[in-house]
């Protein structure tokens, strides 16, 4: 099994429409979590923490569910700014060494 | 933005050839991080230095090796490279080698081509 494991898509999706999606990892003694974003041909960049009782961020929110070993962003009234890969990164536990895994990335495209 | 910075941009070499590629960063950072990003596969971490101390190797092939002279300054020198390797080689540095915390702030990347 994968330490971290994600939705590929394409998520397809118009202007002001809701996508979520989630990322889940093996190792349930993880201890943070991250979303980064990646433009095509960009290098990623920080977007938002993953905290335990759930953040959110403008229109974006994350949350954690450590029961199901899963992570998700949502993102409300996408913006065609919005279309990009999203890699979800877990730091794991410290006998790992807080190992830092990436998941392959979910791709987004909002359309006009 | 200029935070991080790599050169070259593009590389294409034959597998005999022996070239280097070069980070720097601006930020102030003591940690500094090569990266191996293949098509459709996650981000694979490389090389891990923290005060030009090298931390990590994660079972990375002899024909990568780092070169880490000084907190602003990383390298990552290539030799006998097999076509699979390539790939975007991104950089990246952090304040600390607090992954728990700590943002990683990633280059532009080299877009390696091994023929």
């Keep these: ?112 | 933005e200029t935070g991080v910075t790599q050169t070259p941009r593009h590389l294409v070499m034959g597998m005999t050839n022996k070239k280097s590629l070069k980070c720097e960063q601006h930020l102030g950072h003591n940690a500094m991080y090569w990266y191996k990003q293949s098509a459709k596969k996650p981000l694979e971490l490389m090389f891990v230095y923290s005060l030009e101390e090298r931390v990590e190797n994660n079972s990375v092939p002899s024909r990568f090796s780092p070169e880490c002279p000084n907190s602003s300054h990383l390298f990552l020198h290539l030799h006998t490279l097999q076509p699979e390797d390539s790939a975007l080689y991104l950089c990246a540095s952090s304040q600390q080698r607090r992954y728990l915390t700590d943002t990683q702030y990633f280059g532009p990347g080299t877009r390696l081509t091994v023929l």
């Design chain 1, 1 to 112: 099994r994968k330490e971290v494991e994600q939705d590929p898509g394409p998520f397809n999706v118009p202007e002001g429409a809701t996508v979520a999606f989630n990322c889940t990892y093996s190792n349930s003694a993880s201890q943070s979590f991250f979303w980064y974003r990646q433009d095509c041909r960009k290098e990623p960049k920080l977007l938002m923490s993953v905290y335990s009782s759930g953040n959110e961020d403008g229109r974006f929110t994350a949350q954690l569910n450590r029961a199901s070993q899963y992570i998700s962003l949502l993102i409300r009234d996408s913006k065609l700014s919005d279309s990009a890969t999203y890699l979800c990164v877990v730091v794991g536990a410290p006998a790992n060494d807080y190992k830092l895994s990436f998941g392959a990335g979910t791709t987004v495209t909002v359309r006009a």
